[in-house]
């Protein structure tokens, strides 16, 4: 299971070749524990940290510094530091540039909500949405024009599963959202309730119970139809991992789900356990309260409207998600959505519930060897 991480050192110095350093210590510590690898399942770092604590942790680090290793060895940055001057690629102002016409609207909500200023005068950022992160070939093909033509010539990943372009001219923007339009990537919300995240769960990990990229398709698409303009309300964030690993980022999330099971006589049922007031923005860091129901998987959807629509209905004037959720406490949440948790039986009426999402047979749980997506 996730967890907030203890600290070993509030700061290491990169330039000196600390960083370095104390990265290949704690990888030799860990590397001799041949008692984790008794069971895969305790191969981790953190199951170490756990037994022996950070204090002792770090003792060992110290330790583990004074060795021949360290002065026999050149950590410096000289070779293997990659810095590219996206500065030096980016675009001249151009001369003459397209302005918004019919598409007003659209472009304007855009603007307010992928589009931010660079530090550097008359240049800008714009995050592409990635809905469920998927590129086809033409999709990233037409991405790489975008690049060349009003980029720093690089585009970086987000946490989000999402793409950001630098050192886009101001006078440019309207130009890139219509390019990315015509790709299908032009759509408003990037970090917004409708940006939801998820890992790729039984579409490809081994370690995956659920379809979370299915639950995530079905998530979004409701949340698109309910047409949703309010401000508070869009800056919910919703992830979900197809197991109770963290890969979906579902613990941090202010609506998270991680993939699990139900048991109904012979038959099973895909199901998520979910986590409410999860958060990582600004510093802050803190894990969502688990609920103690299980949804089965096609009524995920039905609870996220409820649980937004409770939201909009009862807060106080510019109360957070998460001010909401710590007031009224998770029980008022688990009880707007009960009656989705209440077991069923095998029957023709309801044999969709027993199917996953975007799949066609009944569901089982099958977990393969390996890691995750490995």
């Not at 304007?108 to 909500?113: C, Q, W, Y």
């Amino acid at each position: 299971m996730p967890r907030i991480a203890p600290t070993l050192y509030e700061f290491v110095e990169l330039g000196n070749g600390d960083y370095l350093k104390i990265v290949e210590a704690c990888l030799r510590i860990f590397d001799r524990q041949d008692w984790l690898r008794e069971n895969r399942a305790r191969a981790r770092i953190k199951v170490l940290v756990d037994k022996i604590g950070i204090d002792a942790f770090r003792a060992q680090v110290e330790e583990e510094l004074e060795g021949d290793w360290v002065r026999e060895r050149d950590f410096s940055l000289d070779q293997i530091l990659f810095e590219p001057n996206e500065e030096e690629s980016a675009p001249d102002r151009p001369e003459t540039y397209a302005r918004p016409g019919g598409e007003d609207r659209e472009f304007s909500r855009f603007l307010e909500s992928n589009v931010a200023p660079q530090r550097q005068t008359g240049f800008s950022t714009v995050e592409v949405k990635i809905t469920r992160g998927d590129l086809d070939p033409d999709q990233l093909r037409g991405l790489g024009q975008v690049m060349r033509d009003y980029t720093g010539l690089s585009a970086r990943t987000t946490v989000q599963q999402n793409l950001v372009l630098r050192w886009v001219r101001d006078e440019s923007v309207y130009e890139v959202w219509r390019a990315l339009s015509e790709l299908g990537l032009g759509d408003a919300g990037a970090d917004e309730l409708t940006d939801v995240v998820s890992c790729p769960g039984t579409d490809s990990c081994k370690l995956g119970i659920t379809s979370s990229m299915g639950l995530s398709q079905a998530i979004q698409e409701r949340l698109v139809q309910l047409e949703l303009d309010d401000e508070l309300t869009r800056r919910i964030h919703v992830k979900m991992s197809g197991c109770p690993n963290g890969c979906g980022q579902h613990h941090i999330a202010n609506i998270g789900f991680y993939g699990a099971s139900l048991k109904v006589g012979e038959h099973t049922i895909p199901a998520y356990i979910a986590h409410l007031g999860g958060t990582y923005e600004g510093g802050d860091v803190r894990y969502g309260q688990r609920l103690k129901a299980r949804l089965p998987a096609k009524r995920v959807p039905d609870a996220v409207e409820r649980w937004v629509r409770f939201y909009e209905s009862d807060r106080v004037h510019g109360e957070e998600f998460n001010a909401f959720v710590d007031r009224v406490g998770t029980t008022e949440f688990e009880s707007r959505v009960k009656d989705l948790t209440l077991p069923m039986q095998f029957s023709l009426e309801n044999m969709n519930n027993f199917i996953d999402w975007n799949r066609n047979g009944p569901f089982e749980v099958q977990r393969g060897e390996g890691e995750c997506a490995v």
